[in-house]
């Protein structure tokens, strides 16, 4: 059975940082690309934010590229997104999506406030 449990995000001040993680199990974890997305207040969709491929092969939202990283650590079935320059228009849930799969976690809420 697919898990996704994202962690880390919190209250933040704008231009804060912060390093969201997604524990995975329930596959092998290494043969799938993965994925952030993120869900803003009051929208009913998630936006794409970044991919990561075969390290280390890695895509972008524009509206993130410059200030977010994504990476993975295999031996810890674990996918990460490195935030920084946080700004308000970044408040969200972020949520982890293996593509192999249509699971979806709990989501990691970030608020970004002044």
């Known amino acids: 059975q697919v898990q996704l449990v994202e962690s880390g995000g919190g209250l933040v001040h704008p231009g804060g940082s912060l390093r969201l993680s997604c524990a995975a199990s329930?596959?092998?974890?290494?043969?799938?690309?993965m994925s952030w997305y993120r869900r803003a207040p009051g929208k009913p969709e998630r936006d794409w934010v970044a991919?990561?491929?075969?390290?280390?092969?890695?895509k972008y939202d524009d509206a993130v590229k410059d200030r977010f990283t994504i990476s993975r650590d295999d031996a810890k079935n674990t996918l990460y997104l490195q935030i920084h320059f946080l700004k308000p228009e970044d408040t969200a849930v972020y949520y982890c999506?293996?593509?192999?799969?249509?699971?979806w976690g709990q989501g990691t809420e970030v608020i970004v406030y002044s």
């Open positions: 991919t990561i491929l075969e390290y280390p092969v890695t």
């Open positions: 329930g596959f092998t974890f290494s043969n799938y690309a």
């Open positions: 999506k293996c593509h192999g799969f249509e699971s």
